[in-house]
């Protein structure tokens, strides 16, 4: 039975089910999905995903996470940071919303749950200490604003290309406002904003995202929110217009030529230099044919993007010629015509060349549109050698960051709800739901703390509950979808903004700062480096692990070491902290870390100069119960320490050794070469048998350590 309980938790949740349990789980299922499906599609969007593939998302993965995890109340399934992650991961090499980018989404979710599934079958759930609280911090908080500001083009109406930089992007979105803001876009995202925070302030037990979504979803249909007409092109006007949009797709189908070229040639190479197919001058010639090619499509996307602005800049007037049937004149000059609808169109351009027999125009807000009614198809993830390599590093990061969530939630959770969490189960939980909902058709996928704590406010009983969640995402998929048609996409950012702003906040890293200057200098720089470097958020992630690393060897090979003095309270005490005078000819020497390889040079550094400021100095006295660990190296560099220093006239004693470190000092014959005698139970012990022989023929008087001497005032600090 102990088997079947490990290899299937969820069969604990049968012990003593009961209809009342039943009836909670019911409850809090559907109350968690009605959250769920607006918060789905709105993740979706932030992944550079259809708004659908949000719901495939929400469908499959929570259940089985539900089923293999170790929470009873985890909400597993889309969150912000995960998604803002895979769009990150996947924006360099495919343009958003392409069938290439949702097949990148789909391997890179297989990716993640192969890589957590492994750690967990390892019991890896250590793993999590990898990164500590202040690269947790500092990535949260520029990961909270970068999101927060990619929604801004969504909630102002304009459209842009996303850069290789963050900052570059949203310099491009601020320049696009000042030329046209589109201000029923902004108003429908200011009300949605509006209902959920009076909501959230006035009625909090009302699920403030559906009343949101369900308000504006209404009236966009009802003011004929989303206004998207098509037309040939000979309906538009003047002729050079025309002429632009077929220069415009001729650079648009020269670049995809270029790109497939480019992908060909890398996967050949890589492919000869796995392989060894090609000589070495060959593959030369291949990498300097690419190294052109790229030079190439960096110039022609450039083009492209200049283009691309300037079409979507534009304005049109409308002018009926026949009975609806409709021409488009460039500029506002037109809309004067009382054959004008007195609005202004706006070209839809997006990486794809225009169809030029169903160009599309806009005057009004975009909208989720036409869902796919039915469940996700189940197939095979696309792999190649290719997508692997690419995809690896960010799919490790997506992978840890979204277990480090998972499990801080379940933690969170489970000590109100006083159940044991554990990180490997957890870890093959969430594994095992990406795993599966890759065949799915689902995007990465870690634990909720909003729909979470729904849960363990219902009073949810078991892992049921994400069943039936899911349930209801399932039928709103089979039955529901026409509702969602006249969703705003400025809601959706809203709601991504609405969760974003609670990740924000800068007393952490103050909080940090203070426990430990270091801790707040690596989260600060772990911050900056995110903004910098996004959407490459990889990378202020490893600078801060490499950050918390190599401080983390550097104290190391630096331990603390104080010299105790007698305090007037009677114990013996830090002199330095406590400013505390110390004896002339005996010191006692506190060691505080493990004496290994790397840091046994810092203990002969800090007893030369010992001896060096001390000339009366006859006698030391190791206080060791801080030192839990002697390597070969440490026992070494030690045993000829001791010599050098006994041979110079001032002997050597230890105290308060744990038998780990005395155990090592017998295998290795140290503890004879020192003496049997010079080991003591504690610092008074010592003093008692070295002070007379170390002060014979002194004039120190009184000793500092064997009376008390004047009264110091303690430092502060």
């Known amino acids: 039975m102990n088997i079947v309980h490990a290899v299937f938790p969820f069969v604990t949740w049968l012990r003593g089910y009961s209809p009342s349990m039943l009836r909670a789980d019911l409850l809090a299922g559907v109350t968690v999905a009605l959250v ?30 539900a089923l293999f995890g170790s929470s009873r109340h985890l909400a597993t399934g889309p969150v912000v940071v995960v998604s803002l992650l895979t769009a990150t991961a996947l924006e360099p090499y495919a ?139 000979k309906n538009i006007h003047p002729p050079s217009m025309r002429e632009s949009i077929r220069e415009y797709n001729a650079l648009v189908d020269t670049l995809s030529a270029k790109s497939d070229t480019n992908v060909t040639l890398e996967a050949r190479i890589a492919n000869a230099e796995r392989r060894g197919l090609l000589p070495d001058t060959d593959i030369l010639e291949l990498r300097a044919e690419r190294s052109f090619l790229d030079v190439a499509i960096s110039k022609l996307k450039s083009e492209v993007q200049q283009r691309r602005r300037m079409l979507r800049r534009l304005q049109f007037a409308r002018l009926e010629t026949e009975r609806e049937q409709y021409d488009y004149y460039l500029g506002s000059q037109f809309r004067t015509s009382a054959a004008s609808d007195d609005k202004t169109w706006r070209l839809q351009v997006n990486t794809r060349p225009i169809d030029t027999t169903a160009i599309r125009f806009q005057a009004g807000g975009t909208v989720v549109g036409e869902i796919p009614p039915g469940l996700p198809s189940v197939a095979v993830p696309q792999l190649d050698w290719l997508s692997l390599t690419r995809l690896l590093p960010m ?60 849960n363990l406010r219902m009073r949810a009983a078991s892992g049921l509950a994400s069943v039936f969640a899911s349930g209801m995402v399932a039928l709103t998929l089979l039955f529901f979808t026409p509702l969602l048609f006249h969703v705003p996409h400025a809601v959706l950012a809203a709601i991504v903004i609405m969760v974003i702003v609670g990740l924000i906040s800068f007393r952490t890293i103050i909080h940090t700062w203070k426990a430990q200057w270091y801790d707040g200098a690596i989260g600060g720089i772990t911050f900056i480096s995110t903004l910098a470097f996004a959407p490459h958020l990889d990378r202020g992630i490893f600078i801060g692990v490499a ?56 203990l002969e550094e800090q007893i030369d100069r010992l001896i060096e400021s001390q000339p009366d100095l006859r006698h030391i006295v190791i206080v060791g119960h801080g030192i839990n660990e002697l390597d070969a190296s440490g026992e070494e560099a030690l045993s000829v320490l001791i010599r050098r220093i006994r041979e110079g006239g001032v002997d050597v004693s230890f105290t308060e050794l744990n038998h780990s470190v005395r155990d090592v000092m017998h295998r290795t014959g140290l503890y004879d070469r020192v003496g049997t005698d010079h080991f003591y139970r504690n610092a008074r012990h010592a003093l008692e048998n070295i002070w007379e022989p170390a002060h014979a023929g002194s004039t120190e008087d009184p000793c500092p350590l064997k009376a008390p001497v004047e009264r110091h005032t303690e430092r502060k600090g």
């Open 547 to 602: 950050l918390t690393v190599l401080i983390h060897l550097f104290r190391g090979m630096r331990p603390n070491i104080s010299f105790l003095s007698l305090h007037p309270e009677g114990s013996y005490r830090d002199s330095h902290t406590f400013n505390l005078t110390t004896c002339r000819h005996i010191s006692l020497l506190r060691y505080e870390g493990s004496l290994i390889f790397a840091n046994v040079n810092h």
């Open 395 to 454: 799919a490790l990061v997506i992978a840890i960051i979204g277990f480090m969530e998972a499990v801080s939630i379940s933690k969170a959770i489970g000590v109100r709800s006083r159940q044991r969490i554990d990180p490997n189960r957890e870890l093959i939980g969430q594994g095992v739901a990406n795993l599966v909902g890759s065949f799915a058709q689902s995007s990465p996928v870690s634990g909720s703390f909003s729909r979470t704590a729904i």
């Open 95 to 233: 343009a958003m919303g392409s069938s290439a980018f949702i097949a990148y989404a789909i391997t890179l979710t297989l990716m993640v749950g192969v890589i957590q599934l492994w750690f967990g079958l390892l019991r890896f759930g250590a793993i999590v200490n990898f990164l500590s609280h202040p690269v947790l911090n500092g990535f949260i908080n520029a990961a909270a604003i970068i999101i927060a500001t990619s929604q801004l083009s969504k909630l102002l109406g304009v459209t842009v290309d996303t850069t290789g930089h963050h900052l570059v992007t949203l310099y491009r979105v601020v320049e696009a406002a000042f030329a046209y803001v589109h201000w029923p876009t902004l108003g429908m995202a200011a009300l949605a904003l509006a209902i959920m925070l009076s909501l959230r302030r006035w009625l909090p037990r009302v699920p403030e995202v559906l009343v949101a979504v369900a308000i504006t979803t209404t009236l966009s249909w009802l003011v004929g929110f989303s206004q998207e007409q098509t037309a040939t092109i």
């Open 36 to 65: 769920l499906v607006p918060q789905s599609m709105a993740y979706a969007q932030l992944a550079g995903l259809p708004a659908h593939y949000g719901l495939y998302t929400a469908f499959l993965p929570p259940i089985v996470a």
